[in-house]
């Protein structure tokens, strides 16, 4: 991105104000946000089946990484934080049995650390 299509792009960008679905949490005013689209995107195992990520937002030090996957099967697309993806099978990287993720995206989930 070019400087000039950088300030283009932060002069029109509104952060998020409201919660999407309850999963991910609201973008505070003052507070910076980051979003990347991966290119190429990386294939991802989710709690939803297997999928391609396309964005990757960060919302700060105090917040998971949110991934925005599009599934394989379905062409759904989800935002998942990152303790419930994985990275998929990729045998020249030698990640020849990655972990599933963990079952169940119940409740909501704290923008910030509890305590």
């Not at 104000?17 to 689209?37: F, H, I, S, W, Y």
């Not at 294939?43 to 917040?63: F, Q, V």
Request: glycine residues 8%; aromatic residues 6%.
């Amino acid at each position: 991105m070019t400087a000039k299509a950088a300030e283009s792009f932060a002069a029109t960008f509104t952060p998020l104000t409201g919660n999407m679905d309850g999963r991910v949490p609201a973008c505070r005013e003052d507070k910076a946000m980051a979003m990347l689209q991966l290119n190429p995107p990386l294939p991802m195992n989710t709690p939803k089946g297997e999928g391609l990520a396309h964005l990757l937002i960060d919302y700060g030090p105090e917040s998971d990484l949110y991934w925005t996957v599009f599934l394989t099967a379905t062409g759904e697309i989800w935002t998942f934080a990152n303790r419930h993806v994985r990275a998929a099978k990729n045998i020249t990287l030698d990640r020849t049995h990655p972990s599933q993720p963990p079952g169940g995206l119940h409740g909501p989930v704290p923008m910030r650390p509890a305590g």
